[in-house]
């Protein structure tokens, strides 16, 4: 499966310049400190990953990219740009950012129609631009098949992908995944690897994914980091990450194989 997702990867669109950094970013939920003075700096145009087990902060560092949570701590840039005081709306319609939670990102009782509609009604003023965006996005992701189907009667994968169409509604530069394949039985997880390799190859778009499978998250990405206690203990791609020492002790396990 690796060899089969990477093999489509296109090197000469990755870039060195970061999309989004992290600057000496402390985060606290009350008198829990969540992440300590973290650095962290994610490549424009290309997968990358935040490995590490539930509880180690990943998401609330998405959280704090998103501007949902405050770092306590540390600036935060974007593009370039920093972005540590901008508001979350703002903030995502500046740069473009989509983020797809792992929980919800669809209204249960809509159809898969009606969801990705009620998304284009935001983001699209024009009424005949609104159907034909929400049409093509039904097509490229193929939910033609569950078009009336209410979202709590999809399957998992399908939810994956609705969500996604949702994400896409607007003119994404970044796209954030929050535990993607969670759930998710092998065949999906297979489906949706595609897909993100597919936005980041053909529509150039900065992706970056978090999980606590590795085996699920470096089979897509270019480059990934481990997260352990709030601290970044690792980083490079995959092949680079499951031989390195401090990755080994403090996330994969001795005698660990890709």
């Known amino acids: 499966m690796s060899s089969l997702i990477k093999k489509f990867r296109i090197k000469s669109f990755k870039e060195e310049q970061p999309i989004i950094e992290l600057k000496n970013i402390t985060i606290a939920y009350g008198n829990r400190q969540i992440v300590e003075k973290l650095n962290l700096s994610i490549q424009k145009n290309e997968i990358?990953?935040?490995?590490?087990?539930?509880?180690?902060?990943?998401?609330?560092?998405?959280h704090s990219v998103l501007g949902l949570l405050q770092p306590t701590f540390g600036e935060i840039f974007i593009d370039g740009?920093?972005?540590?005081?901008?508001?979350t709306h703002k903030r995502c319609s500046e740069f473009g950012i989509s983020w797809?939670?792992?929980?919800?990102?669809?209204?249960?009782?809509?159809?898969?129609?009606?969801?990705?509609?009620?998304?284009?009604?935001?983001?699209?003023?024009?009424?005949?631009e609104r159907i034909l965006k929400v049409n093509n996005l039904i097509r490229k992701f193929e939910l033609e098949n569950v078009i009336k189907l209410k979202s709590k009667y999809l399957s998992g994968g399908q939810v994956r992908k609705l969500t996604l169409a949702m994400a896409m509604v607007k003119?994404?530069?970044?796209?954030?995944?929050?535990e993607p394949f969670a759930a998710l039985d092998p065949q999906?997880?297979?489906?949706i690897q595609q897909i993100i390799v597919s936005l980041q190859m053909f529509e150039k778009i900065s992706v970056t994914i978090s999980d606590h499978s590795s085996r699920d998250l470096l089979s897509c990405v270019d480059?990934?980091?481990?997260?352990?206690?709030?601290n970044i203990v690792a980083k490079g791609t995959p092949q680079e990450l499951i031989k390195n020492t401090k990755a080994i002790e403090a996330y994969f396990g001795e005698g660990y194989k890709f």
């Open 48 to 62: 990358s990953g935040l490995l590490g087990p539930n509880g180690a902060g990943k998401s609330s560092i998405y």
């Open 188 to 191: 999906s997880v297979r489906m």
């Open 100 to 128: 797809v939670p792992q929980y919800g990102g669809s209204w249960s009782d809509l159809t898969v129609f009606e969801n990705i509609m009620a998304i284009a009604e935001l983001h699209i003023k024009e009424k005949q």
């Open 171 to 178: 003119n994404t530069k970044i796209l954030i995944l929050d």
């Open 223 to 230: 480059s990934a980091m481990v997260l352990s206690e709030g």
């Open 81 to 87: 740009i920093n972005a540590t005081n901008i508001p």
